[in-house]
């Protein structure tokens, strides 16, 4: 004979406990709450006023910068890079402008004509001016001066080069 053993079937007043889903529905809750203060805090920070923009007093007292180039850097064919072929032996400002000038030695095995651009920069990096400077060719292991007048005036900028060597055409 066997007994039949049953279980008392909890009624529906009965509280089944299981703590996993309360914790759960805890963690949902807040969660939703945090997602709706969000929300409401960042429409709060958003209106219909739109902001006076100022300038400001650099972007209005500096001038516009110069600009004297008549070939693009780095378009013309065949160029090598030669800022070691450069020295700058002046990078001065004078009366409304400045001068800079130094030498080119060429240490190629061949004739070569240089392209120097000049960029006078500010402290920050900004560029103020960039000015072209053309050297017709010299002979392998020459050297030339070249110079260079910025009509700018601005006080504490940087000399900067770009040197492009260029095998002489003949």
Known sequence: MHLLRTLPVPSSSSRVSTPHVGAMTRRM???GVALVLGVAGLSAC?????????????????SAG???ITDAPGS???LVGALADTTVETCERGD???????????SSEASASYRIYVSL?????ETRALTQVDVEPIDAGAETEWSTSIDL???DLSCVLRVERYAAEG
């Open 153 to 155: 005036d601005e006080e």
């Open 66 to 68: 110069v600009t004297d």
């Open 29 to 31: 809750l807040g969660a």
């Open 96 to 106: 409304g402008a400045w001068d800079v000038a130094g030498t080119v030695t060429n």
């Open 121 to 125: 920069l500010t402290e920050g990096g």
């Open 46 to 62: 958003t209106g219909d006023a739109k902001p006076d923009p100022t300038p400001t007093p650099t972007a209005t007292e500096a």
């Open 76 to 78: 013309g064919e065949g």
